[in-house]
């Protein structure tokens, strides 16, 4: 079982570059979430989508973008990276209304140089 | 808002002792409460969880009770190994959402036992 697949594991970005932080899962899940780590902070939400089509902010969303054209993907596009968007990247999904268990990818290590 | 406030960490133990790690929380309605586990160059997994007050979560010798009186979610087992070391996550499902996947977090703590 693939779960929640995330990629790149680890990428570095140039100030100003743009990226495509990809995440797929497998498992028909309605509900997709980006959350970033940072040390002391635990994870915060960047974007979320309650299904295909459907997305909106979380608690950090600003130099971020998010789009669901299927149930299965869930792309995180940073437009113009900044040296604030060090982080590590974690994709989640659930299943839906009353299931609120998460399952998360392994993470993406972003490093803006 | 709804918010998580774990123990600040890192906590330290020798092999067999006793662990509890605190988690408290603030949220209207009725949340589900959670703890993960992220081992070294990981992602977060499920370790147990609880959708309702006086429910016992338990996996893998841990448990945690919901104790919506004191609004606390607290972590424990009883004989921990070198191989519980990591990051344990206390978060809560943002039910004024309707239970949508959000999910808030605490900060985190971190758990390095010694043999």
């Known amino acids: 079982n693939a779960g929640v697949t995330q990629t790149p594991k680890f990428q570095v970005l140039k100030t100003g570059q743009s990226m495509t932080l990809q995440c797929a899962q497998d498992m028909n899940h309605e509900y997709m979430s980006w959350y970033r780590q940072d040390p002391g902070m635990g994870l915060r939400l960047i974007h979320y989508s309650v299904g295909a089509g459907i997305t909106d902010q979380g608690e950090v969303p600003n130099g971020y973008n998010v789009s669901r054209s299927t149930t299965e993907d869930f792309p995180l596009r940073l437009l113009s990276a900044a040296p604030s968007q060090t982080s590590v990247y974690f994709c989640?999904?659930?299943?839906?209304?009353?299931?609120?268990?998460?399952?998360f990818g392994q993470g993406t290590r972003l490093t803006v140089v | 808002g709804n918010s998580v406030t774990q123990m600040e960490g890192p906590v330290t133990l020798s092999e067999e002792a006793f662990l509890t790690i605190n988690c408290t929380y603030t949220?209207?309605?009725?949340?589900?409460l959670f703890w993960y586990v992220q081992y070294p160059g990981e992602g977060l997994q499920l370790l147990l969880k609880a959708t309702k007050a006086d429910d016992k979560g338990s996996n893998k010798g841990f448990e945690a009770t919901y104790r919506k009186e004191t609004t606390s979610f607290h972590l424990e087992k009883g004989s921990v190994q070198v191989s519980d070391s990591a990051v344990y996550f206390c978060a809560l499902s943002d039910s004024s959402s309707g239970n949508t996947g959000k999910l808030i977090f605490g900060q985190g703590t971190t758990l390095q036992v010694k043999p």
């Open positions: 989640a999904s659930s299943q839906g209304i009353g299931k609120a268990e998460a399952f």
């Open positions: 949220a209207t309605g009725y949340p589900s």
